[in-house]
């Protein structure tokens, strides 16, 4: 899955030049928390978040008896590029999910400009379309069971648990995997569409395999 699939495109950008109060209404208006700052021909140059705008009036906010006109005749003498990050973050439109999930995670950020080979401003990717992707991966939300499998880390443990479950007619809508607490052994994590998952549990573990629930990770 690519971040192009899942990107927001109808994104709202500001000019180097506009005021930090132009980009505070912006933010207001369309109830966003940061503004992709877009120089000529839609290339990105930075990116101003409410925290740029807290901290550019601040120091009128610590004056006493500062009125809330002083403060945002700050911000309209104030262009974006001045207090603007530029050194930005970014996703390309031809990285994987994978990719900008681990940028939101290492560089701790709420989201990620998402820019063209030219540089361009392509769209948004957000933690919440991270979250709405993983769920749709998951296929959380729809008629379903999940089950988790344990089996040996060598090739052919998915296949044979894939041909359990397809010998009971039942359609599998997602399949993970990922390191087992044993050494030498992966989890599958299966979710499959039926809601009586009591026989192809029993199949399962008939054949070999040891099934995970809560109460395998209880002390």
């Given at each position: ?71 945002d005749d700050l911000l309209k003498n104030t262009p974006v590029e001045k207090v603007m990050t530029r050194k930005v ?32 401003v392509a769209g948004i990717f957000s933690r919440t379309d991270a979250l709405k992707a993983f769920i749709d991966v ?22 044979r648990i894939m041909t359990i479950i397809k010998s009971f007619h039942v359609n599998v809508t997602s399949v993970l ?43």
């Amino acid at each position: 899955m690519f971040v192009v699939r899942r990107m927001q495109r109808d994104i709202v950008t500001v000019s180097p030049a506009a005021s930090l109060f132009e980009a505070r209404e912006l933010m207001r208006g369309h109830d966003i928390h940061q503004l992709p700052v877009t120089g000529e021909n839609g290339k990105l140059v930075g990116i101003l978040s409410n925290r740029d705008l807290r901290e550019a009036s601040l120091p009128v906010r610590l004056i006493h008896g500062a009125t809330e006109k002083e403060a945002d005749d700050l911000l309209k003498n104030t262009p974006v590029e001045k207090v603007m990050t530029r050194k930005v973050v970014t996703a390309t439109v031809d990285d994987t999910l994978e990719d900008a999930i681990v940028l939101l995670h290492d560089f701790r950020v709420n989201s990620l400009p998402v820019v063209d080979g030219e540089g361009r401003v392509a769209g948004i990717f957000s933690r919440t379309d991270a979250l709405k992707a993983f769920i749709d991966v998951l296929g959380v939300g729809e008629i379903s069971s999940r089950l988790e499998v344990v089996v040996p880390d060598q090739p052919g443990g998915l296949a044979r648990i894939m041909t359990i479950i397809k010998s009971f007619h039942v359609n599998v809508t997602s399949v993970l995997t990922t390191g087992a607490p044993e050494e030498g052994k992966r989890a599958i994590f299966f979710r499959v569409a039926t809601q009586n998952v009591v026989p192809l549990k029993q199949a399962i573990s008939e054949a070999g395999f040891r099934i995970l629930d809560p109460s395998s990770f209880r002390l």
